[in-house]
């Protein structure tokens, strides 16, 4: 079982609809979470952290909950610029280790 | 956030020989790290670039095969040894400055024939 496992994609969405990804990690000691954005043949980009309280940052809303360690990310009225892969990264707070889901994909069409 | 740039950005080179590649970032950081990302896959970790004192290594890469160095708190260098197809990837780099938080050069996309 991977530390980190994602929703599998792709998730093919018109313009306009809202999209949740899901993410579920395995090692309870985790101490950081964050979704990135990978876009084709680019670098990963940090898109948000996520905090247990719950943060949003425009049509972007991510939430943790600790006690299921289930992370999830939720994009309201989406775009065609939000087609890209969102990777569910953790980490395990030990020299600063990152752990990277292997991404869902999502293409936003008009 | 910090400025990260790698060189090359691509190479195709041939089995058997070996590539270095760069990592500069424009301020002094603590933690660099260095990931492979194969084919259709996420990234994984291949070591971390420490100042000062030999890298450490994930489990499944070797200093021999993966020779980093960190000569100061702006650079590394990561190289890939006696190549195989393999070892075809995108390499990255990264950097944590002051927080768990990390960001990415921009890569280095490897061919091996």
């Known amino acids: 079982r991977k530390e980190v496992e994602q929703d599998p994609g792709p998730f093919n969405v018109p313009e306009g609809a809202t999209v949740a990804f899901n993410c579920t990690y395995s090692n309870s000691a985790s101490q950081s979470f964050f979704w990135y954005r990978q876009d084709c043949r680019k670098e990963p980009k940090l898109l948000m952290s996520v905090y247990s309280s719950g943060n949003e940052d425009g049509r972007f809303t991510a939430q943790l909950n600790r006690a299921s360690q289930y992370i999830s990310l939720l994009i309201r009225d989406s775009k065609l610029s939000d087609s890209a892969t969102y990777l569910c990264v953790v980490n395990r707070g030990q020299g600063g280790k990152l752990i990277f889901g292997q991404g869902t994909e999502l293409s936003v069409k008009p | 956030s910090a400025v990260i740039s790698q060189k090359p950005s691509r190479d195709i080179c041939q089995r058997g020989t070996s590539l270095t590649i760069q990592c500069q970032v424009d301020?002094?950081?603590?933690?660099m790290f260095w990931y492979r990302q194969q084919p259709g896959q996420s990234l994984t970790l291949i070591a971390t670039?420490?100042?000062?004192?030999?890298?450490?290594?994930e489990s499944g890469f070797v200093i021999d095969k993966f020779p980093i160095s960190r000569p100061n708190l702006t650079f590394s260098t990561l190289t890939v040894s006696n190549m195989s197809p393999e070892d075809s990837s995108i390499y990255l780099c990264?950097?944590?400055?002051?927080?768990?938080?990390?960001?990415f050069g921009p890569g280095t996309r490897l061919t091996v024939l």
């Open positions: 670039a420490n100042q000062g004192s030999e890298a450490t290594y």
């Open positions: 301020s002094q950081v603590t933690m």
């Open positions: 990264s950097v944590a400055p002051g927080t768990d938080t990390q960001y």
